[in-house]
């Protein structure tokens, strides 16, 4: 329910522009990268890259000025300008672990998650075991498992996140991602541990049961989950998010009504498009559909992302198994092209079609999938399993 990862990486980039800030103090070209950084921290890529490019005029020897205009360029969406840009800040600074992350977030964002991985390692085998580089050895971590799991590769996330607790075991994102990255590879049983873990550790966070037990859900587990939603329940909601988790729970459990009450109990300012779309996915299964398409198109109307909207309403589609429905709305999220989701919105689109009993579509979409992402046990299964039904 949460983006925990989306806020993870955005207070970590907030550190390292400040440690670059520290590293630039002074030299040649320093007020010029001050200044882009400002700009940059404002949203005003073009006017941060000009002022990074003024700072290389003043000092062209400074990796620190090219890694942050390549972050620019790639926040502004040119690629291949980021490339060139690191690539010569590389040349300037080998040793540099700054740089090398900066071009493993390039090709993250790119979704070639093989050579983010590349990056990251990179950036690990050269950064230092100081205590001040804690954090920027965190971000990086995390980083690299996320870009594995997404290239199909969710042993080595395991084995990340492992590392991550080992340097922090009171944490409970650690053990959450790495109990999402065991559920991910098959392993349930651990991935239940970890979970186990994390209400040991957050046993008021509202937002990692409803995860947890999504998490399980979706593998086919849903009865081990059940507790945390549970649990979740007797909980009091101490702020609107707290309250539509509890609508959403409810929702979950089947108790449509009294999901409804919860949820319309968020005043109408303070509700994010998953507040819109449980309340509309209630109101569609007490039969009130024009309620539910009311809150639908508010869903749509206030995301920034509306891949991520259809891909939630899709997800519980597939829940009330309306797998045409759930198809439709994988397909228009695919269709937005926003650059979110599209990986998890891809293996919705085809998991329809094989619910749907189109088994010849299903296997090149499953197949598609696996040549963009990478294979694992799950897709292996399922293109298996579909190469036996073709005629």
Same mark, same amino acid.
């Given at each position: 329910?949460?983006?925990?990862?989306?806020?993870?990486?955005?207070?970590?980039?907030?550190?390292?522009?400040?440690?670059?800030?520290?590293?630039?103090?002074?030299?040649?070209?320093?007020?010029?990268?001050?200044?882009?950084?400002?700009?940059?921290?404002?949203?005003?890529? +073009? +006017?941060?890259?000009?002022?990074?490019?003024?700072?290389?005029?003043?000092?062209?020897?400074?990796?620190?000025?090219?890694?942050?205009?390549?972050?620019?360029?790639? $926040?502004?969406?040119?690629?291949?300008?980021?490339?060139?840009?690191?690539?010569?800040?590389?040349?300037? $600074?080998?040793?540099?672990?700054?740089?090398?992350?900066?071009?493993?977030?390039v090709y993250y964002q790119e979704e070639n998650y093989e050579e983010a991985v590349h990056y990251f390692?990179?950036?690990?085998?050269?950064?230092?075991?100081?205590?001040?580089? +804690?954090?920027?050895?965190?971000?990086?971590?995390?980083?690299?498992?996320?870009?594995?799991?997404?290239?199909?590769?969710?042993?080595?996330?395991?084995?990340?996140?492992?590392?991550?607790?080992?340097?922090?075991?009171?944490?409970?994102?650690?053990?959450?991602?790495?109990?999402?990255?065991?559920?991910?590879?098959?392993?349930?049983?651990?991935?239940?541990?970890?979970?186990?873990?994390?209400?040991?550790?957050?046993?008021?966070?509202?937002?990692?049961?409803?995860?947890?037990?999504?998490?399980?859900?979706?593998?086919?587990?849903?009865?081990?989950?059940?507790?945390?939603?549970?649990? $979740?329940?007797?909980?009091?909601?101490? *702020? *609107?998010?707290?309250?539509?988790?509890?609508?959403?729970?409810?929702?979950?459990?089947?108790?449509?009504?009294?999901?409804?009450?919860?949820?319309?109990?968020?005043?109408?300012?303070?509700?994010?498009?998953?507040?819109?779309?449980?309340?509309?996915?209630?109101? +569609?299964?007490?039969?009130d559909g024009e309620a539910a398409n009311h809150a639908f198109e508010q869903a749509l109307a206030g995301?920034?992302?509306?891949?991520?909207?259809?891909?939630?309403?899709?997800?519980?589609?597939?829940?009330?198994?309306?797998?045409?429905?759930?198809?439709?709305?994988?397909?228009?999220?695919?269709?937005?092209?926003?650059?979110?989701?599209i990986q998890e919105l891809s293996y919705v689109e085809a998991a329809c079609y094989e619910y749907l009993?189109?088994?010849?579509?299903?296997?090149?979409?499953?197949?598609?999938?696996?040549?963009?992402?990478?294979?694992?046990?799950?897709?292996?299964?399922?293109?298996?399993?579909?190469?036996?039904?073709?005629?």
């Amino acid at each position: 329910m949460k983006e925990r990862w989306k806020k993870i990486r955005a207070g970590l980039l907030a550190c390292l522009c400040v440690l670059l800030l520290a590293s630039c103090a002074g030299g040649k070209g320093s007020d010029e990268n001050k200044k882009g950084l400002s700009l940059y921290g404002d949203g005003k890529y +073009e +006017e941060a890259i000009a002022s990074f490019d003024k700072a290389i005029q003043k000092d062209g020897e400074r990796a620190e000025y090219y890694t942050n205009k390549g972050m620019a360029q790639l $926040a502004h969406g040119d690629y291949d300008g980021a490339r060139v840009s690191l690539t010569h800040g590389i040349s300037l $600074a080998p040793e540099d672990p700054g740089v090398y992350r900066a071009m493993g977030i390039v090709y993250y964002q790119e979704e070639n998650y093989e050579e983010a991985v590349h990056y990251f390692e990179a950036a690990l085998n050269v950064l230092g075991t100081e205590k001040k580089q +804690e954090e920027l050895r965190t971000d990086i971590c995390l980083y690299k498992a996320e870009a594995e799991s997404r290239n199909g590769n969710h042993e080595a996330a395991v084995e990340d996140y492992g590392t991550l607790i080992s340097g922090d075991e009171k944490n409970p994102e650690y053990y959450f991602l790495r109990g999402k990255a065991y559920a991910a590879s098959g392993d349930l049983d651990n991935a239940k541990s970890d979970f186990d873990k994390v209400k040991d550790l957050a046993p008021a966070d509202m937002d990692y049961y409803v995860d947890m037990y999504l998490t399980l859900e979706e593998n086919g587990r849903a009865e081990d989950g059940i507790p945390y939603l549970e649990t $979740a329940l007797g909980l009091k909601a101490k *702020s *609107s998010e707290e309250q539509r988790n509890r609508g959403a729970i409810q929702y979950l459990l089947g108790n449509y009504e009294e999901a409804r009450t919860e949820l319309e109990q968020v005043k109408e300012e303070e509700r994010d498009g998953n507040t819109w779309i449980y309340l509309g996915l209630a109101c +569609e299964a007490l039969g009130d559909g024009e309620a539910a398409n009311h809150a639908f198109e508010q869903a749509l109307a206030g995301a920034s992302s509306k891949s991520s909207v259809y891909y939630q309403m899709a997800l519980c589609q597939m829940r009330l198994e309306n797998y045409q429905q759930a198809l439709s709305d994988a397909q228009s999220g695919i269709s937005e092209n926003d650059g979110s989701l599209i990986q998890e919105l891809s293996y919705v689109e085809a998991a329809c079609y094989e619910y749907l009993g189109d088994f010849q579509t299903a296997l090149q979409k499953f197949t598609a999938y696996r040549d963009t992402y990478g294979s694992n046990e799950k897709i292996d299964h399922e293109i298996a399993f579909l190469e036996t039904r073709q005629q």
